[in-house]
């Protein structure tokens, strides 16, 4: 079974600074896809970026990035810039056909921008 | 806005009631998920349906139930509702139920179970 480790429950960032959030994790699949997605204080689930495993080419949407390591099984999200509305709870996620094309979510991180 | 309505927004019930969540998907998208948010079991797929049919099944209890009409809306039954069962429900939608789409999340139903 697939698991995603995020290893910092929460981290704080200046605004205009930049904060690089942690992901890992668990599979024998080699085609599959990694998202991020954000929850801030409404609760909404927010698509913030996503990652294709068979591109070497990491990601980037505006002022998130992200770091994809596949052989160290590895998928880091930086947002730069932070900006206050920034501030909220972001998952890790995987999703392959094997696993019958569900979202297997992370922990979570919790982001505080601070002004 | 995602383009995934649901409702009730809240939702209110007392232990061993019977309740139902509402989803309507993205215009265009034919597959729905379920999910539940808990404190305890963080973010857990429920169940996806693919053009009326039940297409994966996740950690789902026996007592909850889903379906997807015709009109490609979704329904999540929970029924002998306990007091862990409180949590955030979402549904999300893609266009196909594919691991190459993107699955877009609904506002979520905030159960609360007393």
């Known amino acids: 079974a697939q698991t995603v480790t995020q290893s910092q429950p929460e981290m704080s960032v200046q605004e205009a600074e930049t904060v690089t959030l942690s992901c890992t994790y668990d599979?024998?699949?080699?085609?599959?896809?990694l998202f991020w997605y954000k929850q801030p204080p409404s609760r909404q689930m927010i698509l913030v970026i996503r990652q294709e495993a068979y591109k070497q080419q990491n990601a980037t949407e505006n002022r998130f990035s992200v770091n994809f390591q596949k052989a160290a099984k590895s998928f880091s999200l930086k947002i730069s810039d932070s900006q206050l509305g920034d501030t909220a709870m972001y998952f890790c996620a995987f999703m392959n056909q094997a696993a019958g094309n569900k979202l297997t979510f992370g922990g979570g991180t919790r982001v505080l921008v601070k002004p | 806005d995602s383009g995934v309505t649901q409702t009730p927004k809240h939702l209110i019930t007392a232990t061993g009631q019977r309740v139902t969540l509402r989803c309507s998907p993205r215009?265009?998208?034919?597959?729905v998920y379920w999910y539940q948010q808990s404190l305890d079991q963080g973010l857990q797929f429920l169940i996806q349906y693919y053009n009326g049919e039940e297409r994966a099944k996740g950690n789902i209890l026996e007592r909850f139930s889903a379906q997807q009409f015709p009109d490609l809306h979704s329904e999540l039954n929970l029924s002998s509702l306990e007091l862990g069962d409180s949590a955030l429900y979402f549904c999300?939608?893609?266009?196909?139920?594919?691991?190459?789409?993107?699955?877009?999340f609904g506002p979520g139903t905030r159960l609360t179970v007393l």
């Open positions: 599979t024998s699949e080699n085609n599959y896809y």
């Open positions: 215009s265009g998208d034919l597959s």
């Open positions: 999300a939608s893609s266009v196909d139920g594919r691991s190459t789409d993107t699955q877009y």
